[in-house]
């Protein structure tokens, strides 16, 4: 739902073209019930998700901590005012020379899930603390990350066992259980994978001391999702099931979570035609699209709510697309999108909950379309 404070601002404003509007009262209020609800868990924003500068540093005030990919996001995170012990390199896949540029600017907590990837930051950040990241199967998620990043545990056990020997400290593991995960009980599996590595590796003589529990809690899009007290609880059972009295230390990152409801694109009904005079599927096609910062409808992955001035209407399925000329430029035809059969051209439309995964998905200038701007207020 688009709050009052971003309504009044586009109607004052009137912003030219596409734009996302995102209200840090949202964020804030975010942050503040994730820290509410798993008040033993340290919060590392993953800073893809919407990286302005503005979210950023009311994240740092409020004492957020920083999930970074690149050495470019750790910059944004440092700018933003976070400290480098609120920082991690929590991408697997790293240039040796940006380990280097990392440990320079003071970052001690890095993510592998191989033993190429220990050796590197053996070599670029001696003594570092590294989490070995796990598979998760990402089952229940609209988003799943599955098979790219980590390994099975009981390669992570051999992976942090040379984390110690290349004179590393092993620190903990790290999962993701798949972004807009539906599911609260979805943490249960990774959990029990963790404490059986942390089990085994105590066994040969190492301590691990912390589980990341990634991001995965959703936004509400059209259907319903739970909150986040629902998520907490199910996650604190899980920890007290698998790892009994001996709480590690615990982390987690939400993305999505922490930014998705904040923000709504505010576009513009460019065409509506038919293919056919026979058609009865009008094709509307919007000022944004797939290039435009609306990557996650891929596959018609994430389906966004979308408010017409014309709502109360009658409505009827409609293909609707972006304005670029690719034909890959079509957010939803599979499952067409009912609007009112009223709307025309030049309408304003807001799609909503789209603070999250937008403004970074933005082409550059495909078509010569500027990429997705960002206001926040
Ligand atoms: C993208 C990402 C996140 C954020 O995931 P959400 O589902 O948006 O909460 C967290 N951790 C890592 C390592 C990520 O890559």
């Not at 018609?300 to 304005?323: H, N, Q």
């Amino acid at each position: 739902m688009a709050t009052q404070r971003v309504l009044d601002y586009l109607a004052t404003a009137r912003p030219e073209g596409p734009c996302l509007v995102v209200d840090l009262d949202v964020v804030r209020d975010n942050y503040r019930a994730f820290a509410r609800a798993l008040p033993e868990t340290r919060i590392f924003y993953a800073v893809k998700a919407n990286p302005s500068p503005e979210v950023l540093q009311a994240l740092a005030e409020l004492g957020s901590c920083f999930d970074t990919a690149s050495v470019p996001e750790i910059e944004m995170a440092l700018a933003a005012g976070a400290t480098p012990d609120r920082i991690s390199f929590g991408n697997t896949i790293k240039k040796e020379r940006d380990i280097a540029r990392a440990r320079a600017l003071g970052i001690d907590l890095y993510a592998v899930d191989c033993i190429e990837e220990v050796e590197k930051i053996a070599r670029q950040a001696p003594g570092a603390r590294v989490f070995c990241r796990v598979l998760a199967d990402g089952e229940g998620a609209e988003w799943p990350l599955s098979r790219k990043f980590g390994c099975v545990p009981a390669m992570a056990i051999n992976v942090l066992e040379s984390a110690r020997d290349l004179g590393l400290s092993p620190y903990g593991i790290s999962f993701h259980v798949g972004s807009q995960q539906g599911n609260v009980e979805a943490w249960d599996r990774a959990l029990a994978d963790a404490s059986m590595v942390f089990r085994t590796l105590a066994e040969r003589g190492i301590q691990l001391g912390m589980v990341n529990m990634g991001g995965g809690f959703p936004t509400k899009y059209l259907k319903d999702v739970p909150r986040v007290d629902a998520y907490a609880q199910a996650i604190f059972g899980a920890l007290r099931r698998h790892f009994g009295n001996q709480l590690p230390e615990t982390i987690i990152e939400p993305g999505r979570g922490m930014v998705g409801d904040a923000g709504v694109i505010k576009a513009e009904v460019v065409l509506i035609s038919r293919k056919s005079d026979e058609d009865n599927v009008r094709w509307v096609y919007l000022d944004i699209g797939k290039f435009g910062g609306l990557a996650e409808t891929m596959d018609e992955s994430i389906r966004y709510p979308i408010r017409t001035p014309r709502d109360g209407d009658a409505m009827a399925p409609c293909v609707l697309a972006g304005p670029t000329c690719d034909s890959a430029d079509v957010l939803y035809e599979r499952t067409p999108y009912p609007l009112p059969i009223s709307l025309e051209i030049g309408d304003e439309v807001l799609i909503e909950a789209t603070g999250a995964y937008t403004t970074t998905y933005a082409s550059v200038a495909f078509n010569g379309f500027s990429p997705l701007q960002a206001i926040v207020i």
